[in-house]
């Protein structure tokens, strides 16, 4: 026991330095979950932006597509004009019909080319509508996401100011409290939820809410030892009356 104390000043600063135990312990696992809420929100918005990406890379195969079409388109008009060229070059009626018709092949095969590229057009349009639209929607999840993290962030430089400063109080009180009562407090404190000692409720430990019997509050009565809860383990005391 600390010189010159007795048992119920004792507990009255365990009940003080729980009031301060209890707020760091809410407060630390409060710290713990933000970083996964943090980065629950970002996984979401990389999600919103791989989608974007998604899309402008399928505009880019629409685009890339096209410019395979023109290419091709631009070889058949090369060929029609070098098959033309050797008309006057034929001899024979059969030659000259035969290249006539290989010239119609050539400008079908063009014409169907020529409707591809257009058809590539609509295509990369509707792809673009896509793609403005889901900017505008990334842009405004990209203005909640980072409001939503400045106030998470903003939140933790409190938590971690407000612990700081509670730790620093926790720090004032804890030697005038007997070592042995301390060692026992904290350890049964670290396993439930940042509880160590707890008031008698009428006739209920208001830790585990199970009854207290009429031999604890004999014993919580003379004031000799801490009297510990016989379901929760949790350290017990009387408030006082007035």
Not at 20 to 26: L, N, Q, S
Not at 53 to 67: A, D, I, S, T
Not at 146 to 174: C, H
Not at 225 to 237: D, F, H, K, M
Request: charged content about 40%; proline content about 2%; aromatic content about 4%.
């Amino acid at each position: 026991m600390v010189p010159n104390t007795t048992l119920t000043e004792q507990i009255k600063k365990l009940v003080e330095l729980q009031k301060f135990d209890k707020e760091i312990f809410v407060l630390k696992k409060e710290l713990e979950e933000k970083p996964v809420i943090l980065k629950k929100i970002q996984d979401e918005f990389e999600g919103t932006k791989q989608k974007l990406h998604e899309l402008e890379e399928k505009l880019k195969k629409v685009l890339v597509k096209r410019r395979d079409f023109e290419l091709d388109l631009k070889a058949k008009e090369e060929q029609i004009t070098k098959t033309n060229s050797q008309l006057s070059l034929i001899k024979t009626n059969k030659e000259y019909s035969a290249k006539l018709s290989e010239i119609e092949n050539i400008k079908a095969d063009k014409s169907i080319i020529e409707e591809k590229i257009l058809l590539s057009f609509d295509e990369a349009d509707a792809v673009n509508v896509e793609v403005d639209k889901e900017k505008q929607n990334v842009a405004e999840i990209e203005k909640l996401y980072l409001s939503e993290k400045k106030k998470i962030e903003d939140r933790i430089k409190e938590i971690q100011l407000r612990l700081s400063e509670l730790t620093k109080s926790r720090d004032e009180i804890a030697p005038s409290i007997d070592k042995e009562h301390l060692v026992l407090y904290e350890r049964i404190m670290k396993h439930k939820e940042g509880l160590g000692i707890v008031p008698v409720k009428g006739t209920f430990c208001s830790g585990c809410f199970m009854n207290v019997t009429q031999q604890m509050f004999n014993l919580l009565k003379m004031s000799e030892q801490l009297v510990r809860c016989e379901t929760c383990s949790r350290i017990l005391y009387v408030e006082d009356e007035n």
